[in-house]
């Protein structure tokens, strides 16, 4: 197994480890550095394999590109693919908007009512199971909407982010979207 840890958390998980009795079997293999995009391993002081990380990146992915272009739509499939050339693409982040500490639901919680989640999903994307179990968890009830589903593509692109915009700020819904990409539905 590799964790990636910050580095001012490197002692601190390696003694962790160690009162598990892991610590014979626990070693630091590398760095992450900012100023080059290389995957380098280096043995006995020795560099043993470098390659540019967008190469390997692609490499890896290439399977499911070409299985995304025949499933989706290929136009899509493309552009994530190429994404991986740009080096300064943070990937999928958030920013959040609210409170982190605070929890919106708590109140609807409180009263006995499950506050309803969407899961906005594209076909193909994985992970809808364990986002609703996490809901679950946190009290809200889950709705799995993929946006090839009847309810999505009556509502048409625009309309759904505007009504699920609302839902947003209604406080009794909470949107979460997992989307890859819109341009497919707007043909």
């Known amino acids: 197994m590799v964790l990636q840890v910050r580095a ?10 160690d009162s598990y009795g892991l610590g014979d ?5 590398g760095r992450v550095e900012q100023d080059h995009n290389d995957i380098q391993i ?9 390659a540019a990380r967008i190469d390997l990146h ?17 136009d899509c499939a493309d552009a994530e693919y190429e994404r991986i050339l740009d080096i300064t693409d943070p990937g999928l982040h958030a920013e959040l908007s609210f409170d982190l500490g ?28 364990e986002m609703a179990a996490a809901f679950d968890r946190a009290g809200f009830s889950a709705v799995d909407v993929t946006m090839r589903s009847r309810f999505f593509i009556s509502l048409g692109c625009g309309i759904c982010l ?3 915009s609302s839902i947003r700020s209604d406080s009794r819904w909470v949107c979460v979207t997992v989307v890859r990409c819109w341009q497919h539905l707007r043909n």
């Open 8 to 17: 001012d958390d490197q002692a601190a998980v390696l003694a962790c480890l």
């Open 25 to 29: 079997c626990s070693r630091v293999i």
């Open 58 to 74: 692609r490499a890896w992915s290439e399977v499911s590109w070409k299985m995304q272009r025949l499933r989706d739509n290929p």
């Open 102 to 129: 605070e929890n919106p639901a708590v109140k609807a919680i409180l009263a006995g009512s499950r506050p309803q989640v969407a899961i906005l999903r594209e076909q193909g994307v994985n992970g809808q199971l």
């Open 42 to 50: 280096i043995a006995d002081g020795r560099e043993q394999f470098r």
């Open 162 to 164: 505007n009504f699920f």
